[in-house]
């Protein structure tokens, strides 16, 4: 069971930390970890954001443990340098088309939610975010126009194919929840969208026992915060799903507590080989204080037993032991408490 850890950079090296001491506290017999450099870290050490040794050392493993990459001192290089393109770029090679997204509020916490707490408490809900295509993926540029203007452009662009295989992740995810999805669209504008609708259609037909609606994407956004409890799994493209998962996450409560799996279609002989990542970023304003909340990677970790080992009941001990933490009080600076990362890690620890 090898497992990749990429820290990467800011607070994903100091989350990726506790992650790794839950991991390894489980005591699971041959979890084998090696660590690996992406990001802003990466461009320092070899002059590459996603260099090829930690490509090859992605698929040598089973699954990677994933922290966050970004940072401000790394805004002017050209694109193709910029730390972003380590996550992109695996997930791009890697194939993980999927990415899965859970919120749900913890019990405790509805004073935390950007929203009421009677509202706050209805959330739980799976986002499934299309992750290989997209305006992320299309044909992108500047040029000078005919009159003498700067213009950025981005294709955005989905086949049918990429639409038809992560519609079916979403009505099987929604098999196993509450047989409800919600396809989230623009199809009132876009043409993409319009196919995008086509195809969840068609697809729909094959799964009879799950309810399928579809919002566009402002209306989606505006529910979500009107009546989040409506929602079991929204199944969306990259572009919608990168901003609806931000906004789940502050509906929640706070970004430090999402985790997020992405999935492809190779199997390796423990599971799904997938990349699991906090859904925050690296937080440049506070990296370096070890005051970040480890919860996400904690929970991410959770995911990749789940998902990529079949280690149902480690996810779901680890689960509950973040639960059974944020139950007692325990609050970084995101929950509106003073406790440090490493502290939080303890206290997970503790309850495990
Ligand atoms: C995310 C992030 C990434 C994205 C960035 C870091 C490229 O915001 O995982 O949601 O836009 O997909
Ligand atoms: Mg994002």
Redesign the pocket.
């Known amino acids: 069971m090898k497992v990749a850890i990429f820290p990467g950079d800011g607070i994903g090296v100091e989350v990726t930390a506790q992650a790794v001491r839950v991991l390894e506290s489980l005591g699971l017999p041959g979890l084998t970890l090696f660590e690996g450099d992406v990001g802003a870290a990466a461009y320092r050490r070899h002059g590459r954001p996603l260099p090829a040794e930690t490509l090859a050392m992605a698929r040598a493993c089973d699954a990677i443990l994933f922290g966050?990459?970004?940072d401000p001192s790394c805004d002017a290089l050209e694109r193709h340098l910029r730390?972003?393109q380590a996550?992109?770029g695996l997930?791009a090679e890697l194939g993980l088309f999927a990415?899965l997204r859970p919120a749900k509020t913890f019990a405790g916490l509805e004073d935390m939610s950007a929203l009421r707490p009677e509202i706050a408490r209805q959330i739980d809900l799976l986002i499934v975010?299309e992750?290989n295509g997209d305006v992320?993926f299309g044909d992108k540029g500047m040029r000078t126009t005919a009159t003498g203007e700067r213009e950025g452009w981005d294709m955005m662009s989905y086949c049918e194919s990429e639409v038809r295989r992560i519609a079916h992740i979403g009505f099987r995810a929604a098999q196993g929840r509450n047989r409800r999805l919600t396809s989230v669209d623009k199809a009132n504008v876009l043409e993409t969208s319009q196919l995008w609708r086509d195809v969840v259609i068609e697809v729909s037909a094959e799964y009879p026992d799950v309810t399928l609606d579809h919002l566009y994407v402002d209306n989606a956004a505006m529910q979500l915060v009107r009546a989040p409890g409506q929602f079991d799994v929204v199944v969306t493209g990259?572009l919608f799903?990168?901003i609806l998962?931000?906004q789940a996450s502050m509906c929640v409560g706070s970004i430090g507590l999402l985790a997020?799996a992405s999935l492809g279609e190779r199997m390796t002989e423990y599971g799904t080989f997938g990349l699991y990542?906090p859904?925050h970023?690296s937080a440049p304003d506070i990296a370096g204080q070890g005051i970040a909340n480890p919860m996400a990677a904690i929970l991410s970790a959770a995911m990749m037993l789940r998902h990529s080992f079949g280690r149902d009941a480690e996810a779901m001990r680890i689960e509950a032991a973040v639960a059974r933490a944020l139950a007692d009080g325990i609050r970084s600076g995101d929950l509106g408490g003073t406790m440090g990362t490493a502290a939080i890690g303890d206290a997970v620890l503790e309850r495990l």
């Open positions: 966050a990459v970004g730390p972003e996550v992109l997930r990415n975010r992750l992320y990259n799903g990168d998962s931000d997020s990542e859904i970023g």
